[in-house]
């Protein structure tokens, strides 16, 4: 989706820094197999960004959050949650559970950090915890429901 586009560091640090609005006052959280987004604008006006969310199918402990460049698609920041996880950096470590990733300009999105505090049932509050870490600061509220299995 980014056509091989990369940013510099400071021009990533200056899109993940910004102060951002979200243009949408409410969202439902995705039901099992299925995901949504909205948009957001930052303090300019002029840079457009895209919230996704994405919930497993399978497994209803699983889900992502990213936050990409609208215009390019380049991914910014993201989310996995997901209990056992496993992702492989590029220097050879692996992080097990959940975790973030960071735009770098050196490893783009494929290295993870380890994301502490983060309970996969707690789905609600690491939406704003996601959020936060994007610094929007007008935040739309988020509704989940609980499915019956």
Do not use: C
Not at 70 to 75: C, H, P, Q, Y
Not at 106 to 126: K, Q
Request: aromatic share 10%.
């Amino acid at each position: 989706m980014n056509n091989g586009k990369k940013l510099t560091q400071a021009e990533a640090d200056r899109m993940l820094n910004m102060i951002k609005h979200s243009l949408v006052k409410n969202i439902n959280f995705p039901s099992k197999g299925s995901s949504l987004e909205f948009d957001l604008v930052g303090e300019s006006q002029k840079e457009i960004f895209t919230t996704k969310i994405y919930r497993g199918r399978i497994n209803h402990l699983k889900y992502e959050l990213g936050a990409r460049i609208k215009k390019d698609g380049i991914l910014l920041l993201e989310l996995h949650v997901s209990p056992g996880k496993v992702h492989p950096n590029p220097d050879g470590t692996k992080i097990i559970g959940s975790h973030w990733h960071i735009y770098t300009e050196e490893y783009g999105r494929s290295f993870a950090f380890p994301a502490e505090d983060i309970a996969s049932d707690n789905f609600v509050e690491n939406t704003i915890i996601f959020l936060e870490k994007f610094n929007v600061v007008e935040k739309p509220t988020v509704n989940f429901q609980l499915e019956l299995l």
